[in-house]
T-cell receptor
């Protein structure tokens, strides 16, 4: 069975600092991976996805993620965080039209 | 702006009430989903509809009854809910077909059971 682990429940960074959110997955076949962001009181917005090809994928809002098969990881990065990036971030793996989500990482941004 | 519209945004109901949640999308997607999300937790899949037919039911109690009247509309009928059913209910849609497709989520209905 597939699973996704986000080791960091909370992360606090200063505005303008770089960000890396960790995601590890367990899936027997080729993983199809996603990062979603959820602001308070809202639904999930797709940031980026990895299906195949280039292991460094670019997303919206200046985010990027790198797929590393050897480490079973799909970490999300942003070079300079803005206060508006404060939200909950979910990594997910697709297993046949069924998304399995990690537990989420809550990002707080200090001014 | 979300392309998946959910109504109502908030719903408070008693345990004996019957109510329905509505989800609508006009992106031509043929797969639609219901998720339940408790506070500080990830979404949990409840139901999947593919081409208007129920394809996945994740052992959801019968007090939740989904319906897909057409390719744009998905309903969730609620009856005799319990306090633990209070949660954010999210609808999503995606293109149906072979291979993975990203799901597009609505903003959810926040449900409170008295």
């Amino acid at each position: 069975a597939q699973s996704v682990t986000q080791p960091d429940i909370h992360i606090t960074v200063s505005e303008g600092a770089s960000l890396e959110l960790r995601c590890n997955y367990s899936y027997g076949a080729t993983p199809y991976l996603f990062w979603y962001v959820q602001s308070p009181g809202q639904g999930l917005q797709l940031l980026l996805k990895y299906f195949s090809g280039d292991t460094l994928v670019q997303g919206i809002k200046g985010f990027e993620a790198e797929f590393k098969r050897s480490q079973s990881s799909f970490n999300l990065r942003k070079p300079s965080v803005h206060w508006s990036d404060a939200a909950e971030y979910f990594c997910a793996v697709d297993a046949g039209n069924m998304l399995t989500f990690g537990g989420g990482t809550r990002l707080m941004v200090k001014p | 702006d979300t392309e998946v519209t959910q109504t109502p945004k908030h719903l408070v109901m008693g345990m004996t009430n019957k109510k329905s949640l509505k989800c609508e999308q006009h992106m031509g997607h043929r797969a639609m989903y219901w998720y339940k999300q408790k506070a500080k937790k990830p979404p949990e899949l409840m139901f999947v509809y593919s081409y208007e037919k129920l394809s996945i039911n994740e052992s959801v109690p019968s007090r939740f009854s989904p319906e897909c009247p057409n390719s744009s509309l998905l309903n969730l009928h609620l009856h005799a809910l319990q306090p633990e059913d209070s949660a954010l209910y999210l609808c999503a849609s995606s293109p149906a077909g072979t291979g993975p497709q990203p799901q597009h989520f609505g903003d959810g209905t926040r449900l409170s059971i008295l």
